[in-house]
Nanobody, 121 residues
């Protein structure tokens, strides 16, 4: 059974930092690209960032470029999302997802349950 479990979400002040983690099990982790998505209340889910299977390739949404950083550890089967200079508009439930390719429109086959990030002004 494939599981992706996000953690690390909490409430922070604007300008603060958070590190989200995604722990994977039940799949050949290194064979999957990983993406992070978020969904704010009343809004559609949106792409945040993605990382290639080996970790050498990354891509970011313009809204987070320069503030967020994605990484992965194919030994520990984990992925991380480092978020800096957080803004109230970053408030959302953040999801990690595993798929065959990395990118905003790639197909992601497995999804986590999400972790809540709340940024207050």
């Amino acid at each position: 059974q494939v599981q992706l479990v996000e953690s690390g979400g909490r409430s922070v002040q604007a300008g603060g930092s958070l590190r989200l983690s995604c722990a994977a099990s039940g799949l050949s982790f290194r064979k999957y690209a990983l993406g992070w998505f978020r969904q704010a209340p009343g809004k559609e889910r949106e792409f945040v960032t993605a990382i290639s299977r080996g970790g050498a390739g990354t891509t970011y949404a313009d809204s987070v470029k320069g503030r967020f950083s994605v990484s992965r550890d194919n030994v520990k089967n984990t992925a991380s999302l480092e978020m800096n200079s957080l803004r109230p508009e970053d408030t959302a439930v953040y999801y990690c997802a595993a798929g065959s390719d990395w990118g905003p429109t790639s197909r992601y086959d497995y999804w986590g349950q999400g972790t809540q990030v709340t940024v207050s002004s």
